[in-house]
Structure formats: C-alpha cells, structure tokens
C-alpha cells in the first residue's frame, strides 16, 4: 500500500533521513517508533506530503506521491497534538472538515459516539482539556473512513477508559483491512495493537520486523523489553 524506497531528507547540516526504505502494507498495525531526533516525525510529515524529500521516492497505492495530491484523502491524520480556531464549537470544527474535504456519506462517526463528543458539539475549543482535544482529533483521523491511519501519540492525554476505546477501534479498523501506522514513547500501549515494528535512529532505519519475529529473536515478549535487548546487543 505504501512503499518507502530510499528517501534522504537533509535540513542544513541535518540529515533527517538518510536513506530510508520500508513497505507498508494493509492489514497490518505498524509501531514507528525510535528516541527523539531519530526521523520519524520527518517521516510520518514525508508519507503526509508535508515535507518533499532531497532524493528517494513514496509510492501510494502503485502511484508516487510527488505532484498527486489526491492521495491525501485516503489518509487519516491524528497529529500528537491538535491545533483547532480557539473560537470554534466542537460542532463546527466537524462541519468544517466535512465541508473541506466534501464528504458527507460513509462517515466513520463510531468515535464521535463513543467519546460522548455529541453531547458537546456546543463547547468551544478553548475550554475543552488536552484529553477532550485528543478525543476530537481521533474522532476526525476515523471520520472518513480513510484507508490509511496515521496516529502519532494517539493515547496520550486520554483516560484508561477512553485510551481503551481509542485502541479497540484501531484493532477493529485492523482487521478490517486499514493499514495503521503508530508513533509513541509509550511502549506498552502497543503491545496488543502492533503487527509489525520500525525503529529508527539517527534518520535511519534500524529494523523493521514483525512483532512475533521479534519476540522470537529476542525472547522477550514486552516490546520495550525487546527492543531494549535488541539495542543493547547493537552496542556490544
């Protein structure tokens, strides 16, 4: 669905990216994950078609990406933190999007019920809490039913109850033939939504293996543990 084939990004004396490949495929829940300043913001912004890589190409659906921005519209975004018009009503925010991308059939409003957000489309932005923001932007990553998820610090902010919620219906779009791609700090969100894992470092791609692969090489079965014991063998 989505293949990476050598893409080098450089900003300044910078290199963001250095040579990265990886295939993305649908059914399949994908952890990117790395520590801070490793490229994967820069690549989750490449796959958007916010940042244009030096060299290398993104190919979606059999079709690169560069100057076919229509591809967009199968992808749904839930960015860490979400900046929305202060003034806005939750309600109108849902309208605006829906004007912006003129879809107003096969909506994906599961979310939007579950969260009890319809019960607030009068409040306005500025007085929601990180927690109900984080609500909005995953309500609107799903509304259009897209075919891919892209969701960077998706539980982040949210309540055990609504981080349960928000993990079911990834699960749920899974096995429903979506691809996901995950970024989080936080390991253990992930250890019962992945198939598959990228981590990356220093703008390169270290691995990218499946999650029962890498329970078997490592023998660990905790994801932070088997990365750990991956990176730790690196360094020996």
């Not at 979506?178 to 791609?205: A, N, P």
């Amino acid at each position: 669905m989505i293949q990476i084939r050598n893409i080098t990004k450089q900003f300044g004396r910078l290199k963001a990216l250095d040579q990265v490949s990886a295939s993305c495929e649908a059914s399949e829940c994908i952890a990117l994950i790395g520590p801070n300043g490793s490229g994967k913001t820069t690549l989750i912004k490449s796959i958007l078609g916010m940042v244009v890589p030096d060299s290398g190409e993104i190919i979606f659906d059999g079709k690169q990406i560069r100057n076919y921005w229509q591809y967009r519209e199968h992808i749904g975004y839930m960015p860490q933190i979400g900046r929305y018009p202060d003034n806005m009503t939750i309600g109108q925010v849902m309208d605006m999007m829906k004007d912006i991308r003129h879809k107003a059939l096969h909506l994906d409003e599961a979310l939007i019920a579950a969260f009890g957000l319809n019960k607030l489309y009068r409040k306005r932005m500025c007085t929601l809490s990180g927690g109900t923001r984080q609500k909005v932007s995953a309500s609107l990553a799903f509304l259009f039913n897209p075919k891919v998820l892209i969701l960077d610090e998706p539980t982040a902010g949210l309540d055990p109850v609504s981080s349960q919620i928000l993990k079911d219906k990834i699960t749920e779009e899974k096995r429903k033939g979506k691809l996901v791609i995950i970024t989080s700090h936080v390991l253990s969100e992930l250890d019962d939504l992945v198939t598959q894992v990228i981590f990356m470092q220093d703008g390169k791609l270290v691995f990218h293996q499946s999650l029962a692969l890498l329970h078997k090489d490592t023998g660990e079965q905790k994801l932070s543990k088997a990365i750990a014991h991956i990176m730790i063998n690196r360094q020996v």
